[in-house]
């Protein structure tokens, strides 16, 4: 049985675990899959909710985090590229200085899925989902570049499930994906096959909120299209009921001796220094496209509302162009290739 066969098999199963019909809205969402849980109210805090005008001074040292020099990628290893019909596949290696000066060298590894169309071509920039294995990330990149879109994946560096990192370890590492983003824009400039006016961002539940966080900090990036991503990465990590994050957060907060899930939210709060909700008010709501999934137990529906909050402007009428699906976040991930050529056609201008 084929790769792609298993894990439709495995939707089918768990699509069984999805919340019933009648809970419509998030917040009976939420409960319904985490009773006692205590919720962050699903509007945009103030910060979030206005119209447009002049970064406010926290929002600007926020985004002073992922400043990083050029000079901090000592070498670039571009490997043979393995041709297929319609795109070829090269592996692409940074040998970078870490930009945070704390932990020295280290390889970051991307997979350039480049079109046969001749360019220059549009070109999207791919974050990996929760578990940053290959599946529907390379699915996804195969699918841009059968379309005539070269495609990049960020392979991730560090895993999500590493229960020996401490919780204070997480801004930094979400920091150093974002600005792997950005390095990589840097190479795909001088690239001759790669339109650099034609650049976007893409992802998938835990790719969404990678996409969303690289969107609001690197203007280079044009648009953006996420599916079941959020923000308020503390409250998703608090109420997801994916096993994997569960475990790792669990083993986390026995180690670090929280005792429970408000206060794990509430130390969470206070040091994670960055989220996707911080830039949303840089972008504009026009230029990113959201799918988000309801009934949702993944990454709550209640944080994906909250991300497109923050990238609104209420006051003027100007919202983010949502999909909204009903199949549950497994169900929607699968259906990647639809929201592709919806994504597509929004980058293009055709939505």
Known sequence: MSIAIKFFAATIFLSALN???CAETALEQVKAIAPGTELSIPLPAAEYAGGAGAPSEAILKKLALFDYQKSDVLLVLRYPAVLHD?????????VINDPLRKIGKYLQNYTYYRTTQPGPRPTVLVSMHFTGDKTISDWAAMHFADNGYNAVIINTRESLTDETRPLSGLSDLFIRESIAGRMCIDLLEKLPEVDKEKLYAFGISMGGIRTALLFGVEQRL???GEISGG???PGIIADTRFFKPENTRDARM??????SLRAFRAYMK???TVD????GSLRNPEDIIMVISRHDKFVPDIYQEKLFHAFSRPREGRYPVAIHSAMGHLHTAMNYTKYVDRFIAFFEGKH
């Open 19 to 21: 919340l019933p019909l």
């Open 86 to 94: 319609d795109y070829s596949v090269e592996k692409i290696e940074f």
């Open 222 to 224: 044009k648009k953006a």
């Open 231 to 233: 923000g308020d990465i």
């Open 254 to 259: 026995r180690i670090e001796g929280i005792s």
């Open 270 to 272: 206070k040091i994670m």
């Open 276 to 279: 996707p909700l911080d830039f």
